[in-house]
């Protein structure tokens, strides 16, 4: 073995020390921020999942998304994206009961609040039953419209990426309606800002 290898295999001993090292004590928070980590975890939730039902359409990277048709808290159907054509939306899966999703949402008022009239639109979907969510947005409420759906092999989620059901789930839909990015698990303080402009 010649030195030169010696110390490229030294140098990826240490790598590989460190960076199981790192998952260990940090746990997978630092690789799941990161775009290359969520991609990968996206493929591999994918390649797990079973086949989409027949007939549900289902949005990839770069492609126009699916209209969706959701009810509001009022019962009224809005369109995404069309109800806020011309308009980045941030749609955002959550349900009452799920711990992170509720740790987040201060995150995503916050940042909804900062984008103005013409800035990105947040969205939450609520995979979760309406009464459940009007009585949980009695004490945390937020600026940003709340529409409902029902989880399932059918639901908005799958058809956004989330074959899984993971919450919270996360879509950033382009202003000509195309799907740009996807993220599973919740935003820390201060995080949307930068993964919306990457």
């Known amino acids: ?63 126009i998304i699916p209209t969706l048709r959701l009810p509001d808290l009022d019962g009224r159907t809005v369109e995404l994206p069309t109800a806020h054509a011309g308009r980045p939306l941030l749609i955002n899966f ?17 940042f909804a609040a900062s984008q103005g009239a013409n800035g990105v639109q947040v969205v939450g979907i609520a995979l979760d039953d309406a009464d459940a969510v009007r009585a949980f947005l009695r004490h945390t409420p937020v600026d940003y419209p709340i529409l409902l759906d029902q989880p399932g092999p059918r ?35 201060g995080e949307i800002d930068g993964w919306v402009r990457e």
């Open 94 to 110: 959550w349900a009452s009961w799920c711990g992170p999703c509720i740790e987040e949402m201060p995150e995503l008022d916050r």
């Open 155 to 189: 639901d908005t989620g799958v058809q956004l990426g989330n074959p899984k059901g993971v919450l919270p789930f996360t879509a950033l839909v382009d202003a000509d309606g195309r799907l740009r990015k996807q993220k599973i698990g919740p935003f820390q303080p």
């Open 1 to 63: 073995m010649t030195p030169t290898s010696k110390v490229l295999l030294v140098a990826l001993g240490a790598g590989v020390l460190g960076a199981g090292v790192g998952l260990w004590t940090a746990g997978p928070g630092p690789l799941l921020q990161s775009e290359l980590g969520q991609r990968a975890l996206q493929t591999a939730m994918s390649a797990s999942a079973p086949p989409a039902p027949a007939g549900l359409a289902v949005a990839e990277r770069g492609e």
